[in-house]
């Protein structure tokens, strides 16, 4: 099974901040990553996928970059609703497998 | 649009078994789309357990739910059921149902999760 390593696990921010998470896949997967968001109590929800294809009606100002092995989510300015959990996954094929996720905390 | 509906809440006793439901609307179930279940423990993240074709029934499980888990799909009524038996504790979690592509596999679009509650 392919492996995804997410960093950091957590990590503090100040609106107006770029904040830049990382997933490392454990073999190479092109470009099949996707990025979600969650909220508490909520559903996922999808930002990116094909590594760098922003979802329809999300901000630009999340990206994603990478291919092969390390694939990167970018939150070029954090706004005050994007303090929620974060978590790649891949889906290069049978196990998708999801990064551990990334908690983005006011500080 | 595309809508992905689940059954509610359900509380069982270690050892037994639950089914959880997603009803799929807003495009043709029996396409070009996969069904997955993902589950979700508390604060924890979420979890791949396995996806089904809705075309012919074909499914392919996740190593650690083989042998426990059974997706199932009616096409007269566009529904997939997830059932898991021999629950433990360790089964409480949000359940969710999701859709992809056959490719890209990329989920896009998410069922409101169902909760299982698992007491001893």
């Known amino acids: 099974d392919i492996q995804m390593t997410q960093s950091p696990s957590a990590m503090s921010a100040s609106v107006g901040d770029r904040v830049t998470i990382t997933c490392r896949a454990s073999?190479?997967?092109?470009?099949?990553v996707a990025w979600f968001q969650q909220k508490p109590g909520k559903v996922p929800q999808r930002l990116i996928y094909?590594?760098?294809s922003l979802q329809s009606g999300v901000p630009s100002r999340f990206s994603g970059s990478g291919s092969g092995t390390e694939f990167t989510l970018t939150i070029s300015s954090l706004q005050p609703e994007d303090f929620a959990t974060y978590y790649c996954?891949?889906?290069?094929?049978?196990?998708?497998?999801f990064g551990q996720g990334t908690k983005v905390e006011i500080k | 649009q595309v809508q992905l509906v689940q059954s509610g809440a359900e509380v069982k006793k270690a050892g037994a078994s639950v089914t959880v439901s997603c009803k799929a609307s807003?495009?043709?179930?029996?396409?070009?789309?996969?069904i997955h279940w993902v589950r979700q423990a508390p604060g924890q993240g979420p979890e791949w357990m396995g996806v089904?074709?809705?075309?012919?029934?074909?499914?392919n499980y996740a190593q650690k739910f083989k042998g426990r888990a059974t997706m199932t799909r009616d096409t007269s009524t566009s529904t997939v059921y997830l059932e898991l038996s021999s629950l433990r504790s360790e089964d409480t979690a949000l359940y969710y149902c999701?859709?992809?592509?056959?490719?890209?596999?990329?989920?896009?679009?998410w069922g409101q999760g169902s909760l299982v509650t698992v007491s001893s």
């Open positions: 999701a859709r992809s592509q056959l490719w890209p596999l990329s989920l896009d679009s």
């Open positions: 807003g495009y043709a179930f029996t396409s070009t789309y996969y």
């Open positions: 089904l074709d809705p075309r012919d029934g074909t499914t």
């Open positions: 073999r190479a997967i092109n470009n099949n």
């Open positions: 094909g590594a760098s």
């Open positions: 996954l891949q889906h290069n094929g049978f196990p998708l497998t």
